[in-house]
C-alpha cells in the first residue's frame, strides 16, 4: 500500500519556484505533524520544514526560511511546500512524512535548480 505520494518536482533555474504536494493515503492524528524532508546527493536526508497538523504550526530549517513555505489541507489530507528563491543547493529529492508516527517512505519527487 501507497501511503506517501509526493509531486510537484522539476527542473528550475535559480531564483524560480516550485509547489510540492504530498497526498497522504492513511490517517494523520491531529496531535501528529507532517514535514518535508530533503536528500541531495551524496548526503543523508535531512530535515526541511514541519507543520503540526490541529493548529498549522510550522518550523523551518534556517537555510530555507523566508524562500519556503509549508501548508496543509486537512480535508484532502495533503501537505504543500511552496519554494520560491531556489538556489542550487535546494536541489534533492524531496519527501514527505508524519512526524511521529512514520509511514513508509513514498518515492519523493525530484528537484532540480540548476542554471
Known amino acids: 500500500q501507497v501511503h506517501l505520494v509526493e509531486s510537484g518536482g522539476g527542473s528550475v533555474q535559480p531564483g524560480g519556484s516550485l509547489r510540492l504536494s504530498c497526498v497522504v493515503s492513511s490517517t494523520i492524528y491531529r496531535w501528529d505533524s507532517m514535514g518535508w524532508y530533503r536528500q541531495a546527493p551524496g548526503k543523508e536526508r535531512e530535515f526541511v520544514a514541519n507543520?503540526?497538523?490541529?493548529?498549522?504550526?510550522?518550523t523551518y530549517i534556517d537555510s530555507v526560511k523566508g524562500r519556503f513555505r509549508i501548508s496543509r489541507d486537512n480535508a484532502r489530507n495533503t501537505l504543500y511546500l511552496q519554494m520560491d528563491g531556489l538556489k542550487t543547493e535546494d536541489t534533492a529529492v524531496y519527501y514527505c512524512?508524519?512526524?511521529?508516527?512514520?509511514?513508509?517512505w513514498g518515492q519523493g519527487t525530484q528537484v532540480t535548480v540548476s542554471s
Open positions: 507543520i503540526t497538523w490541529s493548529s498549522g504550526t510550522s
Open positions: 512524512n508524519r512526524e511521529i508516527l512514520r509511514l513508509p
